[in-house]
């Protein structure tokens, strides 16, 4: 690029020594956050036509999961001799936002799309939400290395990235926007990306269904009477969702931990995780584990019984996949125990079970990623908005009562988020005291 043309460039997106008008940052925010939400559509297209094809595959190939070990071995062996710092994850992308180092390996995005992939067609139990944010990231620093970019202005359009990725991966961009920002650290929010952000998610999700390529349906709510009497049960059950959440974080630490103490080698991780899952599947006779399990989510979303096994296998089946370092996500998988978890739940509170699955399928990722407004607004874009006040009152409870460990180990502790124990008499008294924060779990 001639000198001339670097110095333009550097002009419209406000490098070094380029102070611009409000209109004008306004505007490159608003294009390179196109740019973002571009690359994050695309890829996460791919991804799903991918995923789609891979459970497919392996629902119509039933003997293609026994071989979930050596896939496991495959890609424990891929990330370990090539991986380097890739293998961090989307922890790694929150350390780059935090404080900006190496930037995040180009290596990336085709390690976790094939490692992903690899998962699903042989039955791992894992998501896919780290693979969309992952991808975004990944594709859009690598592009953002070419344009003359401050640093802090790279820091912005990876969370614009996360936003897009995670926006366009689940369709629901508004949701995506404010989860890209709110993520990063736990109870503070930072605003500076929120152009970009929105721009990001929003362009992200026309791409995706632009190429025609769809999500898991769901329904719509209806009219919900909000008496004293739902509002404490919803909040109730809040609670109940805030601690499996808790149960769900702490136990895939506690996995890990293991099979570090158990194979020290880590590509053998997998390869054991990959023989537990089999075992399970046919210790319990049912392949429902297996995967997504998306049609699980969409059986209690729909308002059918559902028993509380249901929500406690696809736990255990997930912390076994991802604790024994198989690749993927946590989200899809929370967003399933939430709602077979809720679904079981409302009997007991008298409650409509497609209300209380829907809140569920919000909360219990709510408390597990320290996201509540962003699940809140995620149940808005999914289910209407006659969900706004329930999943708000639930995911707050999920929130608070989740303890401060998240899923995303190094998301900044930026505020007094109650740990269930510490929040307890707070809440009897009527007031949530502010409290010094703990130090972040790293």
Not at 56 to 70: A, Q, S
Not at 74 to 91: K, L
Not at 278 to 298: K, Q
Not at 307 to 329: C, E, M, N, P, R
Request: aromatic share 8%; proline share 5%; charged share 15%.
């Amino acid at each position: 690029m001639s000198t001339a043309r670097r110095r333009s460039v550097s002009r419209l997106v406000g490098g070094e020594g380029h102070r611009s008008p409000l209109l004008i940052r306004v505007l490159r925010w608003i294009i390179l956050g196109s740019g973002v939400g571009v690359i994050a559509g695309l890829s996460s297209a791919a991804l799903l036509v991918a995923l789609e094809w891979a459970t497919e595959t392996r629902v119509d190939n039933g003997w293609i999961v026994w071989f979930l070990p050596v896939a496991g071995l495959t890609m424990g062996c891929m990330y370990h001799y090539t991986g380097g710092r890739s293998a961090e994850g989307n922890n790694l992308i929150i350390d780059e936002i935090h404080e900006p180092d190496a930037g995040v390996p180009r290596r990336m995005a085709p390690l976790i799309f094939v490692s992903t992939f690899v998962t699903q067609l042989f039955g791992g139990s894992a998501g896919r939400e780290g693979t969309g944010i992952q991808l975004s990231v990944s594709l859009g620093d690598a592009v953002a290395r070419l344009l003359p970019l401050t640093r802090d202005q790279r820091r912005i359009l990876m969370i614009a990235g996360v936003s897009a990725g995670f926006g366009a991966l689940f369709g629901v961009p508004l949701a995506g926007a404010v989860f890209g920002i709110e993520v990063q650290s736990v109870g503070r929010i930072k605003y500076d990306a929120v152009v970009p952000s929105l721009t990001g998610a929003l362009v992200g999700d026309l791409v995706v269904r632009g190429l025609g390529v769809t999500h898991m349906p769901t329904p719509e709510l209806g009219a919900i009477d909000l008496s004293v009497g739902v509002i404490l049960k919803l909040a109730v059950a809040g609670i109940v969702f805030g601690l499996v959440s808790a149960i769900f974080v702490s136990s895939t630490r506690l996995v890990k931990a293991f099979g570090a103490r158990v194979a020290t080698w880590p590509p053998a991780r997998p390869l054991i995780g990959g023989a537990l899952v089999l075992a399970m599947m046919v210790a319990f006779g049912t392949r429902e584990y297996l995967g997504l399990s998306l049609p699980l989510a969409e059986s209690a979303l729909g308002g059918n019984d559902t028993s509380a096994s249901v929500f406690a296998l696809k736990l255990l089946f997930t912390v076994i996949t991802l604790g024994f370092g198989f690749y993927g996500g946590e989200v899809t998988p929370l967003l399933v125990i939430g709602a077979t978890l809720g679904a079981a739940l409302a009997p007991l509170f008298g409650l409509p079970i497609a209300l209380v699955a829907a809140v569920g399928y919000v909360a219990v990722f709510a408390g597990a990623a320290s996201v509540p407004l962003a699940c809140t607004i995620m149940a808005v874009e999914l289910f209407g908005l006659d969900a706004l006040v329930p999943a708000a009152i639930a995911c707050a409870a999920a929130y608070i009562f989740s303890s401060h460990r998240s899923i995303y180990t190094s998301a900044r502790t930026g505020g007094a988020k109650q740990s269930w124990k510490a929040g307890l008499p707070d809440l009897l008294r009527g007031s949530l005291r502010r409290r010094p924060a703990p130090t972040p779990d790293l």
